[in-house]
């Protein structure tokens, strides 16, 4: 069984900063790529932006290029994401999610593994 577990979130003010950290954990778990959604109330998920463990090549959407930046601790099976100038529009639950193998990076339906999920508020 993975694990996919979530943490970092909070309250900040517009134009502060967050890092969100996310685990996944399992004995024989091989992360092909990692990934943050968010989801705000009565709107689909929407992709915030992946990593591929491989390489750490990564991939972000418009609204956050620029602002959040992907890392991953290889070691000990980690992804953070830096989140920087921060807006309300960025407040949400973000969501981490794991796959182990090739995969569509900004689809839901690519991951099969997901967090519980972690509050980030912006305030203006």
């Known amino acids: 069984q993975v694990q996919v577990v979530e943490s970092g979130g909070g309250l900040v003010q517009a134009g502060g900063s967050l890092r969100l950290s996310c685990a996944a954990s399992?004995?024989?778990?091989?992360?092909?790529?990692m990934a943050w959604f968010r989801q705000t109330p009565g709107k689909e998920r929407e992709f915030v932006g992946s990593?591929?463990?491989?390489?750490?090549?990564?991939y972000y959407a418009d609204s956050v290029k620029g602002r959040f930046t992907l890392s991953r601790d290889n070691a000990g099976n980690t992804m953070y994401l830096q989140m920087n100038s921060l807006k309300s529009d960025d407040t949400a639950v973000y969501y981490c999610?794991?796959?182990?193998?090739?995969?569509?990076?900004?689809?839901?339906?690519?991951?099969?593994?997901w967090g519980q999920g972690t509050q980030v508020t912006v305030s203006s």
């Open positions: 999610a794991a796959t182990n193998r090739p995969t569509i990076m900004t689809m839901t339906s690519g991951y099969a593994y």
């Open positions: 990593i591929r463990w491989s390489d750490a090549d990564t």
């Open positions: 399992a004995r024989t778990f091989s992360i092909y790529r």
